[in-house]
């Protein structure tokens, strides 16, 4: 689970939330103390997923806002693509695309403009 889709929940779905997810951990360990726990990853999530509702229901209780983060640009997504490309081209310069052309004639413009 993820605290904003917890944080989007009223306090008594919360704990209701709490008391789910409470019995299924109990139910974990049982099943890890007679040997039948397939993945005991899932114990240490569910006390993960207990941790954050219980936090987000304190902040409720407190009347604590959380910002939510602001999305990233489609420039740094589409430059973290390009330099992806390039460090691919350099390694098999065979293939080289459109892209990686263009962003290593930036790169060169840029050389260019500082050296001069």
Not at 10 to 35: D, H, M, P, W, Y
Not at 75 to 80: F, G, I, V, W
Request: aromatic residues 2%.
């Amino acid at each position: 689970m993820k605290a904003s889709e917890i944080r989007e929940l009223s306090i008594s779905e919360l704990e209701t939330r709490i008391s789910e997810v409470k019995k299924n951990l109990f139910n974990l360990k049982f099943q890890k103390a007679s040997g039948q726990l397939d993945n005991p990853m899932k114990i240490k999530n569910f006390k993960r997923d207990i941790a954050i509702i219980e936090t987000v229901a304190r902040e409720q209780e407190l009347g604590i806002k959380i910002a939510k983060p602001a999305k990233k640009s489609g420039k740094t997504r589409e430059a973290k693509k390009v330099k992806a490309a390039v460090k691919e081209t350099e390694e098999n310069p065979k293939q080289e695309s459109e892209k990686v052309k263009a962003a290593k004639v930036k790169k060169t413009a840029k050389k260019e403009k500082i050296q001069e």
